[in-house]
């Protein structure tokens, strides 16, 4: 396979999306293990590229996209990008094969329209973690959340599925959105758009008064979209998504977007100390909010989704954490917490789907049901909760030997030996109550296991003790590299089982211990927190609904104010909000100077203009409304005269074929309607549409005297002087302007107009019934 083929793989994920519909309808159940080749085939193609990226080789692909604007289809494959591609791609593989047992028995349109979101969900992850441009990252981010959106509201018939939907795309796309300010911010600092020449030019970044900006618009966005405190809340109720999606999405790949990169910018942000503390303390409070909440949760993915919350937190902290063992601790933890955690929502989703009981608190005895199940669910959870020889145990070694190297003071890591014994607590409760405690609470189940819903949870579980037991493979091939692309320089990684009596053996020494204590206790605690349900209502959604709420109780005053439907009281809006804008600039500007006026009166122009005033008073003042639209005629067709005068011709036959249109479609519209006998407005109304029309004209005329001595800046007339003959081979600079310097505008406003008409007509046609004659 050739050495750039990876950036494929992202249009092969899309293939996929394209395809799983229509084959679902042909293979039925068995879609999901022939979809998973897909995935499988761009995992194979992405490892083969190990040894080279483990030899220290970066690739690049890269095609010119929007080249005026510094945009390219710009692919890049390191260490960190690679680890990220293999989970994206190799528990892809797992969620679809898992995903076919687990809609078996639903009609196959269902599960084809679940595996298409989940490759176009995969398309977006892989186009985001290897784009080198951050322009193409930000649509590939914003894929996801789509994506993600579209998921978590796939049984769009229950009402929490469609506000948890709404609610993850408010949130997400909203910190997207605060995310591409801070990339255009970059842009316009550095003139690119390549992340590459970005890390290059890190000093210059953060030497520029911006720097501060973008640090902050940077992690905002990764606050969001990794559920970091304050925006904690939007995961835990995304897990209304059907079990596979929660597997994929929230546990192994897209809230880990966010930590990717924050990890990535910390390279660019290494020089402000802030960046790294403000990391260290909002991961520390995220971690202890979703500790608190964890141990209050009922649900089965809820624990499981607020202990990801938990994770996230750390991985965030050891992000702000500076040196080498913090980077290895960085992807450690990356792997560990994808392997585990993904089995573990599989054991989850087949406890659920078997029973129809997501409680923990009415689960029990699975274990004679669901066997393998809760082998692999007890696997994970040892992982989960660090114990050796799993992978989990060494990766919270490297955890708290980060710590111990760094400059920061004992709360941190105090904070991180409680919320990590909450995790073993967490580890323990999933494990052991749904499948060995009290068996008498489930007597019988409604779906037993599959090879399907197996294979997943088992190779995973698997995968987190064989790296445990043979870690050199793993830490040679993707910890190595990826900690090296993080720290920007190679790392030798001995990554291992043993480092002998440490602190660090001590401190998870001490973490087992107190799980084990909050295991033993589990329901005390939780019956205790729930007395303060109102308390933590506070570290819940509330603010999220009562911003929401806010809005849309603003937009229902302001459109009962501004969209009544009342035409007059629009037009009076728009007619003052001008008046106090020209007034405000008028009074702002240095000097008066603007009013002065120069150059001699035209009489003819002059006469044309008084015709036009006459035709204006007399639609005021006359009673018929054909009349009045006649005095309106005269106004348009006096402006082609106008044109005409000046050398327009064109410009003039144009108004003067638009304004025949529109007298007679007009008279034929009026002659259609009941005549009026009186004003529909008071006197009273009249007198201020007066003033307002006044004032309006008066600050219309003063605007007009002042872009008339205004120095006129000719550099684009004569541009399109220029250019019209020789680049469009136009003589009329006028029609090439319109037809190919503004050709797609010209082309939208033609759009519009049409619609428009064919709106009008309809109406018109059902509102208005033709005349009819007298035989």
């Known amino acids: 396979m050739h050495a750039v083929t990876f950036e494929w793989s992202i249009l092969i994920a899309l293939a996929g999306a394209v395809v799983a519909r229509p084959v679902s309808s042909v293979l039925g159940r068995h879609t999901g293990w022939v979809i998973s080749l897909i995935p499988l085939f761009i995992f194979v193609s992405i490892f083969l590229h190990v040894a080279q990226v483990a030899g220290g080789e970066v690739l690049f692909a890269q095609l010119s996209w929007v080249p005026s604007l510094g945009v390219e289809l710009a692919f890049r494959l390191d260490g960190f990008s690679l680890l990220f591609a293999l989970l994206i791609t190799g528990i892809g593989t797992l969620v679809t094969i898992y995903a076919g047992a687990y809609f ?47 998921l978590i509201g796939f049984d769009g018939h229950k009402e929490a599925a469609r506000k948890s939907a709404l609610q993850s795309l408010i949130v997400t796309g909203g910190g997207g959105l605060v995310l591409f300010a801070g990339i255009v911010v970059i842009g316009m600092t550095l003139g690119t758009f390549s992340f590459t020449e970005v890390l290059a030019r890190s000093d210059e970044l953060v030497a520029s008064p911006w720097a501060g900006t973008i640090a902050v618009l940077v992690m905002i966005g990764a606050f969001t979209k990794s559920a970091q405190f304050p925006f904690h809340f939007w995961l835990p109720n995304a897990m209304a998504a059907p079990t596979p999606a929660s597997a994929y999405l929230h546990s192994a790949t897209m809230v880990k977007l966010g930590v990717f990169l924050l990890a990535r910018f910390d390279g660019v942000f290494a020089e402000m100390p802030a960046y790294g503390h403000t990391l260290v303390v909002v991961g520390s409070l995220t971690m202890i909010v979703a500790a608190l909440q964890a141990l209050r949760a009922e649900g089965f993915k809820a624990v499981l989704a607020q202990s990801t919350v938990a994770s996230l937190g750390i991985l965030v902290m050891l992000i702000g954490l500076t040196g080498e063992v913090a980077a290895v601790a960085t992807v450690g933890f990356i792997l560990a917490h ?202 819940g959604d509330r603010f999220y609904h009562g911003a929401l709420n806010g809005v849309l109780g603003a937009a229902r005053v302001s459109t009962q104010t501004l969209q009544n439907g009342d035409q007059h009281r629009y037009t009076t809006i728009v007619l003052l909000t001008v008046i106090a804008g020209l007034v405000i600039a008028f009074f702002a500007a240095p000097s008066g100077d603007f009013l002065a006026g120069e150059g001699d009166i035209r009489i003819s122009v002059a006469l044309v203009l008084l015709l036009t005033v006459v035709g204006a008073g007399a639609t005021i003042l006359v009673r018929s409304l054909i009349a009045g639209l006649v005095s309106v005629g005269i106004v348009g067709f006096g402006s082609a005269v106008i044109f005409m005068l000046n050398g327009a011709p064109d410009l003039a036959l144009t108004q003067i074929a638009v304004e025949t249109l529109i007298v007679i479609l007009m008279t034929a519209v009026l002659l259609r309607l009941p005549s009026r006998t009186r004003h529909s407005r008071t006197v009273s109304e009249r007198r201020r549409d007066g003033l307002i029309a006044g004032g309006f004209a008066a600050m219309m005329f003063v605007a007009l005297a002042s872009i008339g001595v205004t120095p006129v800046d000719l550099r684009l007339s004569e541009y399109f002087g220029e250019t019209s003959y020789l680049e469009a081979y136009g003589r009329n600079v006028v029609n090439v302007i319109l037809v190919d310097y503004r050709a797609i505008d010209t082309l939208g406003e033609i759009a519009v107009v049409a619609i428009a008409t064919i709106a009008a007509w309809g109406l018109l046609r059902g509102a208005i019934k033709p005349l009819r004659t007298k035989e």
């Open 104 to 150: 078996a028995e639903k009609p196959s349109g269902e599960l084809g329209r679940f595996l298409s979101l989940i490759m176009l969900f995969m398309t977006a992850m892989l186009g985001t973690v290897l784009s080198d441009n951050l322009i193409v990252m930000f649509v590939f981010w914003e894929l996801t959340s789509l994506a993600s959106f579209l």
């Open 338 to 539: 994808a392997l585990y955690k993904a089995a573990l929502f599989f054991c989850a989703g087949t406890a659920i789907h078997a029973t129809g009981e997501a409680s923990l608190n009415r689960l029990g005895g699975l274990a004679r049901f669901l066997p393998i199940t809760a082998v692999a669910a007890v696997l994970a959870s040892l992982s989960m909760a660090g114990l050796p020889p799993f992978v989990g145990f060494i990766s919270k070694e490297y955890l708290f030997e980060a710590q111990l190297a760094n400059d920061w003071n004992i709360i941190p890591i105090a904070v991180a030996v409680l919320v990590n014994a909450v995790m073993v607590g967490v580890a323990g409760v999933v494990s052991i109550r749904p499948f060995y405690f009290k068996p008498e609470r489930v007597s019988e189940v409604h779906h037993g296991e599959t090879a399907g819903l197996l294979i997943g949870p088992m190779l995973l579980a698997a995968g987190g003790i064989l790296i445990g037991l043979v870690p050199a493979p793993a830490a040679q091939w993707l910890i190595g590299p990826a900690a090296s692309a993080l720290y920007g320089q190679p790392i030798d990684v001995s990554f291992s089982l043993w480092h002998g009596l440490t602190p660090m053996l001590f401190l998870s020494a001490l973490v087992v211990s107190i799980g084990a204590l909050i295991v033993i206790k589990w329901t005390q605690i939780h019956t205790a927190l729930k007395t303060f349900d109102h308390a933590y209502g506070f570290l």
